[in-house]
């Protein structure tokens, strides 16, 4: 699979000029609007957020001009619409967009729920319109480079690790939604392949929500998989390893190297190299990938139906299978909030 999101992509696409807007002037809104704004053969439109001292923040670091209501947002006449607002917002700004027949990315997680996540799909596929979802790790070079090195190979396991320490803003969501999906969506990239079984354990050890987990997948093709996460660790770590029949690759999804272990010999001995990674910033090549398929029509390079299916895998991840009388009493769709 190839990226299409690149400098000469972006060059090529500059012919035709997009109006493009942001929702939601927070953390990534705002970078949404930086990448946007530097980008050639797009208009950054404005950015839209409710407190005036959002708008405010974005205006001054980007220089683009802010709304408080969507509504000024359509006034202005916009082709597409990148959606970063709070994760319970986006069924409600996605559908909105979509009755004008404005493209959109939606930011991670597509939606609270797989209910209103295929609610934004199908519409979005009636009205035609892009819809691409915001899982910004694919377009990180170290993550792209580990694709590559795969490609071919029969993939035996796979082990990410991504720890931390608590998020300075907390959401009222916990590890699994906000970290463990990203990865999550990698495992299904890496295989090409649907998670079919999860054994998930979860632990709440200083937040309210779950701040540890540890969960395994299989995979419909047989990969074995396994995510290590938490909010728990006093430094960042991001990190893969992969291993198949003919090859083990590691990669460090921050430092950006990636190492590749292959020519197993009876006698133990093996060869190792590093690989070449590119250095692009994954959220412009996110988003030019995302502009590129607005302007083609071609299917996004992280569709809906993908943004959706690796939210069913985490929201099952917080369903504790193991617990059947309380999953019974639940009533209703799982939400996550945020
Ligand atoms: N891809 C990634 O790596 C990544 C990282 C962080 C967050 N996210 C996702 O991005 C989204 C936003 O997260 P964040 O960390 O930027 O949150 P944030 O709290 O920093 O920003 C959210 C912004 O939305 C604004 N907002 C609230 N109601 C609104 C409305 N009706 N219309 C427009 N704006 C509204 C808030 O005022 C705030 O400024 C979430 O879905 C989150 O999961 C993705």
Same mark, same amino acid.
């Given at each position: 699979?190839?990226?299409?999101?690149?400098?000469?992509?972006?060059?090529?696409?500059?012919?035709?000029?997009?109006?493009?807007?942001?929702?939601?002037?927070?953390?990534?809104?705002?970078?949404?609007?930086?990448?946007?704004?530097?980008?050639?053969?797009?208009?950054?439109?404005?950015?839209?957020?409710?407190?005036?001292?959002?708008?405010?923040?974005?205006?001054?670091?980007?220089?683009?001009?802010?709304?408080?209501?969507?509504?000024?947002?359509?006034?202005?006449?916009?082709?597409?619409?990148?959606?970063?607002?709070?994760?319970?917002?986006?069924?409600?700004?996605?559908?909105?967009?979509?009755?004008?027949?404005?493209?959109?990315?939606?930011?991670?997680?597509?939606?609270?729920? $797989?209910? %209103?996540?295929?609610?934004?799909?199908?519409?979005?596929?009636?009205?035609?319109?892009? !819809?691409? +979802? *915001? #899982?910004? &790790?694919?377009?990180?070079?170290?993550?792209?480079?580990?694709?590559?090195?795969?490609?071919?190979?029969?993939?035996?396991?796979?082990?990410?690790?991504?720890?931390?320490?608590?998020?300075?803003?907390?959401?009222?969501?916990?590890?699994?939604?906000?970290?463990?999906?990203?990865?999550?969506?990698?495992?299904?990239?890496?295989?090409?392949?649907?998670?079919?079984?999860?054994?998930?354990?979860?632990?709440?050890?200083?937040?309210?929500?779950?701040?540890?987990?540890?969960?395994?997948?299989?995979?419909?093709?047989?990969?074995?998989?396994?995510?290590?996460?938490?909010?728990?660790?006093?430094?960042?770590?991001?990190?893969?390893?992969?291993?198949?029949?003919?090859?083990?690759?590691?990669?460090?999804?921050?430092?950006?190297? $990636?190492? %590749?272990?292959?020519?197993?010999?009876?006698?133990?001995?093996?060869?190792?190299?590093? !690989?070449? +990674? *590119? #250095?692009? &910033?994954?959220?412009?090549?996110?988003?030019?990938?995302?502009?590129?398929?607005?302007?083609?029509?071609?299917?996004?390079?992280?569709?809906?139906?993908?943004?959706?299916?690796?939210?069913?895998?985490?929201?099952?991840?917080?369903?504790?299978?193991?617990?059947?009388?309380?999953?019974?009493?639940?009533?209703?769709?799982?939400?996550?909030?945020?």
């Amino acid at each position: 699979m190839s990226f299409k999101g690149s400098a000469s992509d972006a060059k090529a696409d500059a012919v035709r000029g997009l109006r493009v807007g942001v929702v939601g002037a927070g953390v990534m809104g705002s970078n949404h609007a930086r990448v946007l704004a530097g980008l050639p053969g797009v208009t950054l439109v404005g950015i839209v957020d409710p407190l005036p001292e959002h708008r405010a923040r974005a205006t001054a670091m980007v220089g683009c001009r802010a709304f408080a209501e969507l509504e000024e947002l359509f006034d202005e006449g916009v082709d597409a619409i990148t959606i970063a607002a709070p994760t319970h917002l986006h069924h409600e700004v996605a559908l909105a967009c979509i009755t004008r027949n404005i493209h959109i990315l939606v930011e991670k997680p597509v939606a609270s729920t $797989v209910e %209103e996540g295929q609610d934004i799909v199908n519409a979005a596929r009636s009205a035609g319109v892009t !819809l691409m +979802v *915001g #899982h910004v &790790e694919r377009f990180n070079p170290a993550v792209a480079a580990i694709k590559q090195a795969i490609a071919g190979e029969d993939i035996l396991s796979i082990g990410i690790t991504r720890v931390g320490p608590f998020p300075p803003r907390m959401s009222n969501v916990g590890v699994v939604i906000d970290l463990a999906v990203h990865d999550i969506d990698l495992i299904r990239w890496f295989t090409e392949s649907d998670i079919v079984e999860v054994q998930p354990q979860l632990s709440s050890a200083v937040a309210e929500r779950e701040d540890i987990a540890l969960l395994q997948f299989r995979t419909a093709s047989g990969v074995l998989a396994h995510i290590n996460t938490n909010w728990l660790t006093p430094f960042k770590a991001r990190n893969v390893t992969v291993a198949t029949r003919g090859k083990y690759v590691m990669g460090d999804l921050l430092t950006r190297q $990636v190492t %590749e272990c292959f020519g197993f010999k009876p006698d133990g001995s093996y060869s190792m190299r590093h !690989l070449p +990674v *590119g #250095h692009d &910033e994954p959220l412009r090549a996110e988003l030019i990938a995302f502009l590129h398929a607005v302007r083609t029509g071609n299917v996004p390079a992280v569709s809906g139906d993908e943004g959706v299916a690796s939210l069913e895998i985490a929201i099952r991840c917080l369903e504790q299978p193991a617990k059947p009388a309380a999953s019974a009493a639940r009533k209703g769709p799982r939400r996550i909030a945020g």
